[in-house]
């Protein structure tokens, strides 16, 4: 691999670029937010088909996680981040020249599959490129450059969309998108096409298989995912219409309010890491913290559920900020699992995530339509049955159970 010597050389050629890719990734995931109400408009679509196609984008993302990671092993970061781009490039061209739901799914599918690795490239570029030393810093503001790709997609979306419209704007993120391939493609260091675990295809199938019967996988997996996926179903799309819908907001104020959402992502992962890291040293698990995170989730939720008299925009903040604690239910899964097995862990609660994201953001959506114009008790009452099921996962969670070593290194 040419890597470059120097910092700075580093940080623009082994770094920037992925980061970019990642920024777009998330700005496309919560654009739909901003220009629901104008795409809603002009293509008379109700609150059912503007959830199926805004989820199309977790399914084609959660379909193309497992091989991705083989992928990444094969043919290093560069060349697959660089190459997928290319159909979220064409995905956000098909979306901004749709003219009815099977054209906007297509694109919004397109979209989810092209930038499905634009974390994890990024993650496993940063474990090839720097030492490891370095490599908390680099993946904690990873993360943070996710955060900012949502709040571009928020309130500055809302004010392109007066001056040129949500086709157009779909339009300049496709042409961004290609260029960040270019980017990566020119820019990025040749990595080796060399498998990290030397395991052929076989072996990484069964170490996958391994992963999904195993007992401890299923006590984790289902809180991590359940409340992800409800936070990427109201992040990207319908913390937007509880907004208007039972807050009474106007656009710019909703506008508003999504910034904010994911103005509190952006320094809420990295606040959690730390808080996560303080608890440990005290002796306090991974497992413990993160049910207590998930509590916190949960107790926001109610507050939005409940209709305190709070302003809306501190309540949805509030469930932006919670929300980022429970990515440490990743970290507990792969606890029960050799290192080697660490890739396959994430990728299986990637998939159970997305693929739950996709089901949650479209059911909602589905939800809704059947309340006709009392959209504001839909709201509350869709909510409510959400956070149902994650009580239920939360106490699966944390029930006494009895002890099981988890796999044994190479077993």
Not at 64 to 91: I, K, S, T, Y
Not at 241 to 268: I, K, N, Q, S, Y
Not at 322 to 351: D, E, H, K, M, W
Request: charged fraction near 10%; proline fraction near 5%; charge should be positive.
């Amino acid at each position: 691999m040419d890597v470059p010597v120097t910092f700075a050389g580093k940080v623009a050629r082994c770094y920037l670029p992925f980061a970019a890719g990642y920024f777009l990734s998330y700005a496309f995931r919560v654009v739909n937010g901003a220009i629901a109400p104008d795409m809603t408009r002009d293509l008379a679509l109700d609150p059912a088909a503007l959830g199926a196609v805004t989820s199309a984008y977790f399914a084609a993302f959660a379909a193309a996680q497992l091989p991705l990671g083989v992928a990444l092993d094969r043919w290093g970061p560069r060349r697959v981040e660089a190459f997928l781009l290319v159909f979220a490039a064409v995905g956000a061209l098909v979306f901004a020249t749709a003219e009815g739901i099977a054209q906007l799914a297509v694109g919004r599918g397109l979209i989810g599959f092209g930038v499905a690795a634009c974390l994890i490239a990024a993650i496993k570029a940063n474990t090839l490129y720097w030492p490891i030393g370095r490599l908390p810093l680099a993946n904690g503001t990873l993360l943070g450059f996710g955060g900012l790709g949502a709040a571009s997609a928020t309130l500055p979306v809302e004010l392109a969309l007066a001056a040129f419209g949500w086709r157009s704007v779909l339009g300049t993120m496709a042409a961004l998108t290609l260029l960040i391939a270019a980017t990566i493609w020119m820019a990025a260091p040749r990595a080796r096409p060399i498998s990290t675990t030397g395991e052929g295809l076989a072996q990484q199938a069964r170490g996958m298989a391994r992963v999904l019967v195993h007992r401890d996988f299923w006590r984790v997996a289902p809180l991590t995912a359940v409340t992800h996926a409800v936070y990427l179903a109201y992040q990207s799309l319908w913390a937007g219409p509880w907004m208007r819908d039972v807050a009474g907001l106007d656009r710019l104020a909703v506008a508003e309010g999504l910034f904010l959402v994911t103005a509190t992502m952006a320094v809420g992962y990295p606040i959690f890491g730390v808080i996560a890291d303080r608890l440990a040293a005290r002796g306090i698990s991974t497992r413990r913290a993160f049910a207590a995170f998930a509590a916190l989730f949960l107790a926001a939720q109610v507050s939005i559920a409940l209709g305190v008299p709070v302003s809306a925009h501190w309540l949805w903040a509030g469930f932006g900020f919670a929300g980022c604690g429970c990515i440490l239910g990743y970290a507990v899964a792969t606890q029960s699992f050799p290192p080697g097995l660490a890739g396959r862990v994430n990728a299986a609660v990637n998939v159970l995530t997305f693929a739950l994201a996709f089901v949650t953001q479209w059911g909602i959506g589905w939800a809704l339509a059947g309340f006709g114009a009392a959209q504001d008790v839909g709201h509350s009452r869709v909510l409510f049955a959400l956070l149902a099921a994650q009580i239920l996962c939360w106490i699966w969670l944390v029930l006494p159970r009895g002890r099981r070593p988890g796999l044994a290194p190479g077993g």
